[in-house]
């Protein structure tokens, strides 16, 4: 089976739509790169498949190889990166490999709509387990999931408990929001993972909080706290608040290293670099983008973004929570 050499599976589960599951799972995924773990991700959300976009990768297409699918590189890997402060004396990772799978690379355009009814998603889900050719001893396996417990989820559980080890199967990440209605939708998908008896790694709280690009505030416009309330009350690890940060966006959709004002704060942390200096706007990205904050690749530039310090934190203590898992007897 291609997921013999995996040595760890991780799932991003949510039982609510639009909490930013694909925003989660892309940052994991570039953060696991930037500590040198070789990375694969893998959507399964059938009917409305981002992570090619979210990658820049959406003009590409899988390849056929004798046994099966050969994913999508997004990069290489890659010698160390120079250090973003040129004071640090930190030694730098070598950036670890990166590849993506998903029905986006199969559909012809990305506005085609996929309706299928629950045995063939079944079948995509399974072929999508067997038949996609990982690179040999690939450290991280990051699942993208839709919303829901439903046939994805079911057929993705029964396949994964049939064909890999309890130690392969690492966990679950559940993303939420910040707002009461959320948390409710998601406490369904917590009570998901406790009947199939998949470990809940944690809990990250999205949105809470918006980054300005203007000014150096970031302010809680979904409030914040619910989903650490929600981890409590579950008894499961609480990995963190991530704020929305237009930037990002503007990474991820016009491919810009982000630049914040200077005396911006993110979790305590200063991030801003520049007096003041607005992201530019899809519009005028040829006026006011220059060389530098167009050029390099995705990983790079994400090391810019203001969550980017945050998600490091967040890998590194999964990353600790999952090898003291399996150090154990």
Not at 243 to 254: G, M, R, S, T
Not at 289 to 300: F, H, N, P, R, Y
Request: proline share 8%; net charge negative.
């Amino acid at each position: 089976m291609p997921l013999d050499t995996v040595k760890n599976i991780v799932l991003v589960l949510s039982g609510k739509g639009g909490v930013g599951k694909s925003s989660i799972t892309t940052q994991l995924a570039l953060t696991l790169s930037l500590q040198g773990y070789s990375v694969g991700v893998l959507d399964i959300d059938l009917t409305g498949p981002s992570i090619p976009r979210f990658f820049g990768i959406e003009d590409s297409k899988v390849r056929q190889a004798p046994g099966g699918w050969i994913p999508v590189p997004v990069h290489d890997a890659q010698p160390p990166l120079p250090p973003r402060d040129p004071t640090t004396t930190t030694a730098q990772n070598p950036i670890g490999a990166l590849s993506c799978m998903s029905l986006g690379f199969i559909l012809s355009s990305r506005s085609d709509a996929v309706i299928w009814r629950g045995p063939k998603k079944t079948a995509m889900v399974r072929q999508f387990l067997s038949d996609v050719l990982w690179p040999d001893n690939l450290d991280y396996l990051l699942i993208d999931t839709p919303p829901g417990t439903s046939d994805e989820h079911i057929s993705l559980l029964e396949t994964l408990l049939k064909t890999v080890t309890p130690s392969q199967l690492s966990g679950a990440v559940v993303v939420t929001t910040p707002q009461a209605i959320s948390i409710s939708d998601v406490k369904k998908e917590l009570n998901f993972c406790k009947k199939v008896g998949l470990r809940v790694l944690g809990v990250v709280e999205n949105m809470a909080g918006f980054v300005c690009p203007n000014c150096s505030e970031c302010t809680n416009v979904f409030s914040k706290g619910g989903g650490e309330i929600m981890a409590r009350e579950f008894e499961v690890p609480f990995l963190g608040s991530i704020p929305i940060d237009p930037a990002f966006v503007y990474l991820i959709e016009e491919g810009i290293r982000p630049v914040y004002p200077q005396g911006t704060l993110i979790a305590g942390k200063e991030v801003g670099s520049q007096e003041v200096q607005a992201q530019p706007t899809s519009s005028s990205v040829n006026g006011q983008a220059s060389k530098e904050q167009t050029s390099g690749l995705l990983v790079d530039k994400y090391r810019s973004c203001s969550l980017s310090p945050l998600f490091d934190g967040v890998v590194s203590g999964l990353v600790a929570d999952i090898a003291s898992r399996r150090a154990l007897p």
